[in-house]
């Protein structure tokens, strides 16, 4: 079987498993928030390593920015979107502080991944 190029990739690779993990904890989430913030976390989750992966069709280094930084962006927005969750109480502050170490991980990882094309 083919691998593909952005599966690679070991920020695709983190964003794709922490793009599992939220969907695990806003499972737990009151089910009136079903079209709400779950939704909304789970599209800007989904869409970091979407993006990493169209990222990987494009040819020039500012197309392949662009898709990293539309990662970064949803990074962000998933972001902002736990810490409304934290208050409202929905999660925990141990799983703002995980989902924060995993946030931080990835987005140092997709910071080298931007300054690497740019640099070539």
């Given at each position: 079987?083919?691998?593909?190029?952005?599966?690679?990739?070991?920020?695709?690779?983190?964003?794709?498993t922490?793009?599992?993990?939220?969907?695990?904890i806003?499972?737990?989430?009151?089910?009136?928030e079903?079209?709400?913030?779950?939704?909304?976390i789970?599209?800007?989750?989904?869409?970091?390593?979407?993006n990493?992966?169209?990222?990987s069709?494009?040819?020039?280094?500012?197309e392949?920015?662009?898709?990293?930084?539309i990662?970064?962006?949803?990074?962000?927005?998933?972001?902002?979107?736990?810490?409304?969750?934290?208050?409202?109480?929905?999660?925990t502050?141990?799983?703002?502080?995980?989902?924060?170490?995993k946030?931080?991980?990835?987005?140092?990882?997709?910071?080298a991944l931007?300054?690497?094309?740019?640099?070539?």
């Amino acid at each position: 079987m083919w691998v593909y190029s952005f599966e690679k990739l070991l920020v695709w690779q983190k964003a794709k498993t922490f793009t599992v993990y939220l969907y695990q904890i806003t499972a737990r989430f009151p089910k009136d928030e079903r079209f709400g913030i779950i939704d909304q976390i789970r599209r800007a989750g989904a869409s970091i390593p979407t993006n990493l992966s169209e990222r990987s069709s494009r040819s020039s280094a500012r197309e392949q920015d662009y898709y990293c930084q539309i990662s970064y962006g949803s990074l962000m927005e998933v972001l902002n979107y736990l810490m409304i969750s934290y208050d409202l109480q929905y999660i925990t502050k141990e799983q703002l502080i995980e989902s924060r170490l995993k946030i931080d991980e990835i987005s140092a990882m997709l910071t080298a991944l931007r300054k690497s094309h740019l640099n070539t």
